[in-house]
């Protein structure tokens, strides 16, 4: 594995001035591969040989918000994907609505789709007078393999309620009947409410957003740094009582079912590490910030979900996590003919 | 992208001596990360920004069997798992078993499970008398995704017959229960059967095994590296009529529906191309032969199977294959809201 990279010097307050907007997303996104060569975070390890590697880019803030290990180049923009979602809802709070407890957890949710989640979108929608029809995250199955499987063997087929952000794009209707904004344009990165998350982006992060884009679920989709998503979470868990920073965090980390599900890392550390909040994003994306200031983000460059238990379990070893929630995440066993024959390990 | 790595000095002649066996299988695998950086095969782009990249190695040889392009190590030994299929097949057929057409076929397949893969596999263990739960192979889904849906719709629930790899662990028996060997342990890396296809594989490669796993189907997987699992596909289209491995490119090119499925590269590949021979692997490794002596051979570091169609898109038209097939084994649309936002592509 080559070296950690130095120490990047950015400012590690979430407290600095928010940069200039405007720009940003008009800036030419970046189309080489970064100089900086990724190092390796995890190994397909099968029946004792290597056959398969995972890199990536991985960074750990301090309690006072320094950066005290970077892996690779952490500043360069990603797509945060779903971990953008507690940003997500702080822009809808910012926007007005009054949400709290499991609804707002659903707010910044990818949930599994397992019935509860499927019930409290129905009820949110019910709730806030919005025709299910309204939403236009794409009909899909549930996110979760297990319960995938049993929804299709129950004869059911693919809806946009059972589709993972199906509670976020009911808080953006609900936000913008309330506020009278089009309802038909509200993914439209020009829309009042995606202004306002694109603000709150930037203010959590401490860094102007380097590229928009559009999400697997249709929503625009904000680039930042690895040490801006970190900072980010950071900036959640320390916002003062009342900030809707503040509140969508309280809110994940009251009601972790809601943001992820029965048989998910997020969930299980939420629930576990009193004051964690933590959150997965699509194409291998994790955000992870603890009570006391530290905090640690990190994107695996070939985007594979099943490299993120091993590399997260890790990562949590470096900011002082430990006990039987590390050893769960980081599990990752493959099997030969059904029984457990290699691993996928972290190698860093 | 790293500047591709110069040709190396490698035998390429099929026909060259075998190398010694024996101890290859103890060897010690290697455990750290190849030194050489393995070069960007793929990016993952949305919205015009690349959020993504699969790393990985690729060799072409020219129709003379030399070394023609090298990306990457291409010499480290990898696991070709079902790549490995073509050989296993010819070591069935070299152990005794009169297999043809799309018996032959199904028994070199990491067949989809549609119904018709499912009728055959039940017809051949009928035709040879094995009850199916002599079949080691773990119960599965089928591996097509449409069909997995359809299948768990209509009430199934996952069996050893629907696992893509039926076809083969059939056929082993098959040979087994003719010749008199042992059925409850034709897994086994020592069996007869197994040997013998051990030998195939080093045959075909022109070197040794590096070392031996077991794959996720149960088999014994033989590692060898790229340039020798493309030599392995180049001696099978160039062997001489009748010979077992001649058998195994016949049935499989005349019958690319069992060895493969409706919707899978492979079969369109073979069906498109005449002459062609192309079995893709687990963990993202594609082998490809054409009737005139060129051959070519990959792996995506990170195992990503959605990387397998653009680089093999890309790849074949390095050996000269061209038209709609190449185009559509290459396309990879990325999505957002349901509409087209991005693509996989290669970047060599």
Known sequence: MPAPQPSQPTDPSPLSAPPERGDARRSAPPSAPSPVVPPVLAEVVRSGFVEGRHRGALVVLGADGAVELALGDVTAPVFPRSAN???????????????????????????????????????????????????????????????????????????????????????????????????????????PLQRIIHEVVEDAAGEPVAAVGTDGCGAPLMAIGLVGLA??????????????????????????EYVAGTRRPDTWLMREVPGALSKMGAEAVQAVALPDGRALAFKVEDGA???????????????GVEGPVVDRIGRAPLLGGGREVGEIRAAF
């Open 85 to 191: 979602k507690p940003m997500q809802a702080a822009g809808v709070l910012r926007a007005g609505l009054d949400l709290s407890g499991e609804r707002l957890a659903l707010a910044a949710a990818s949930h599994s789709g397992e019935s509860f989640h499927r019930d409290l979108v129905r009820k949110m929608l019910d709730e806030y007078g919005l025709d299910p029809a309204l939403l236009q995250c794409p009909a899909d199955l549930p996110l979760d393999p297990e319960e995938r499987d049993t929804y299709l063997a129950s004869g059911a087929s693919p809806d946009r309620i059972t589709m993972n952000c199906s509670g976020k794009h009911t808080a953006m209707l609900a936000v913008c009947a309330q506020r009278g904004w089009p309802l038909e344009t509200y993914l439209d990165p020009e829309h």
């Open 231 to 256: 900072r980010a979470f950071r900036s959640f868990v320390g916002a003062g009582p009342g900030t809707a920073e503040r509140r969508v965090a309280d809110a994940m980390r009251a009601h972790p």
């Open 305 to 319: 979900t099943r490299a993120l238990g091993p590399v997260l379990g890790r990562a949590l070893t470096l900011v």
